[in-house]
């Protein structure tokens, strides 16, 4: 666990680099995750989740990246329409993606997961709660 947190850390400060890199050009304080003393976010919406966690692999438009690793376009992506599933990823992991369930809260889980299924041509209306991701990670 703690060696994940400071793989963590050392990417959060790797990402403040990204838009120059990339040619996005974007407030890098806003780009820099923000960890609470309990090594957890503190942005709260699905919008500043997405774009202070995610987007530093999946890029601003949702586009997804090949790199360093493979990194999907969540774009009209057909693997969130089951909310489950999304869910899964964000607390879990999955092969290079970490596992964000420690750092996130479940709102914080539902609100980046709801944010993902309702932007970047995902239209999928049904609303994933604090309760359903409390669940899942049982």
């Known amino acids: 666990m703690k060696a994940n947190l400071i793989v963590l850390r050392a990417g959060a400060a790797l990402l403040a680099f990204l838009p120059a ?36 692999c999946h890029m601003p438009d949702a586009s997804g990246a090949v790199g360093a690793g493979a990194y999907p376009s969540l774009i009209a992506n057909r693997n969130l329409a089951t909310s489950s599933y999304a869910v899964h990823l964000v607390v879990n992991g999955r092969r290079g993606m970490p596992a964000f369930g420690d750092m ?35």
Do not use: I
Request: charged residues 20%.
């Open 21 to 56: 890199a990339t040619g996005f050009a974007q407030d890098s304080a806003a780009m820099r995750p923000t960890f609470s003393s309990d090594y957890r976010f503190v942005e709260m919406t699905g919008e500043e989740l997405f774009a202070n966690v995610c987007q530093g």
């Open 104 to 138: 996130m809260t479940d709102g914080q889980v539902a609100a980046v997961v709801n944010y993902l299924r309702t932007h970047f041509d995902n239209s999928y209306t049904d609303v994933v709660t604090a309760t359903e991701v409390r669940g899942a990670r049982r």
